[in-house]
Nanobody, 123 residues
Framework: QVQLIESGGGSVQAGGSLRLSCAASARTFSSYYGGWFRQAPGKEREFVAAISQSGGSTYYADSVKGRFTISRDNAKNTVYLQMINLRPEDTAVYYC????????????????WGRGTQVTVSS
């Protein structure tokens, strides 16, 4: 069982920055792929970014490439999402996920999920 707790959400103006953190309870967190998904009101949850167990490989949705950076610190059992140049369309609840297999844009039924943190970007 892995518990994930997100933090760092908030309200910013367009062009601003936020850094999300996801703290995991598992002592073997370095065995898990980590990732971030988001869900805007009235929309389905969508993939944002993922990172391999060592952090050597990262993956991004086209909509966030060049603006978001995912990273991890396995010594702290934490995954981060640095977000810059935020846009109103980035407004959503952001969820952290962890999975022993690679996270995919959909179908991660066996992944562990956090409860989410709200990000609101005003124009």
């Amino acid at each position: 069982q892995v518990q994930l707790i997100e933090s760092g959400g908030g309200s910013v103006q367009a062009g601003g920055s936020l850094r999300l953190s996801c703290a995991a309870s598992a002592r073997t967190f370095s065995s898990y792929y980590g990732g971030w998904f988001r869900q805007a009101p009235g929309k389905e949850r969508e993939f944002v970014a993922a990172i391999s167990q060592s952090g050597g490989s990262t993956y991004y949705a086209d909509s966030v490439k060049g603006r978001f950076t995912i990273s991890r610190d396995n010594a702290k059992n934490t995954v981060y999402l640095q977000m810059i140049n935020l846009r109103p369309e980035d407004t959503a609840v952001y969820y952290c996920a962890a999975r022993l297999l690679p996270l995919r844009p959909s179908g991660n039924d066996d992944a562990y999920w956090g409860r989410g943190t709200q990000v609101t970007v005003s124009s």
